[in-house]
């Protein structure tokens, strides 16, 4: 789902909502989520999850084409969590895959 196809839904749930007002309330959320993990708060949504922000430590790398060691500077990254209600809807509507082993 894109971001356009959550403002559609939200348009088409709440109809007394023009797209223009959809398309306003999903962008202030999400400004207002950025705003908060921009400023190192943790954002709790029940029954969805919860979005914080973690601290990755400065480490040596490898540039893949080369193999010459790179230096990886120290950044906050966000991480998402989901809730339990989530995990739980989506394995129950995950069908199951049939794996089969490639034959050589």
Same mark, same amino acid.
């Given at each position: 789902?894109?971001?356009?196809?959550?403002?559609?839904?939200?348009?088409?749930?709440? %109809?007394? @909502?023009?797209? =223009?007002?959809?398309?306003?309330?999903?962008?202030?959320?999400?400004?207002?989520?950025?705003?908060?993990?921009? =400023? %190192?708060?943790?954002?709790? &949504?029940?029954?969805? %999850?919860?979005?914080?922000?973690?601290?990755? @430590?400065?480490?040596? %790398?490898?540039?893949?084409?080369?193999?010459?060691?790179?230096? &990886?500077?120290?950044? =906050?990254?966000?991480?998402?969590?989901?809730?339990?209600? @989530?995990?739980?809807?989506?394995?129950?509507?995950?069908?199951? @895959? &049939?794996?089969?082993?490639?034959?050589?």
């Amino acid at each position: 789902m894109t971001r356009s196809d959550l403002v559609e839904k939200i348009a088409e749930r709440f %109809g007394q @909502l023009t797209l =223009r007002d959809a398309e306003f309330a999903v962008k202030s959320i999400m400004d207002a989520m950025n705003e908060a993990l921009a =400023r %190192g708060h943790r954002i709790e &949504i029940r029954g969805f %999850g919860s979005f914080s922000v973690n601290h990755r @430590l400065p480490r040596l %790398g490898r540039n893949p084409r080369s193999g010459e060691s790179v230096e &990886i500077p120290e950044k =906050r990254v966000p991480h998402f969590k989901p809730g339990k209600a @989530l995990r739980e809807a989506v394995d129950a509507h995950t069908p199951e @895959l &049939i794996e089969t082993a490639p034959t050589e």
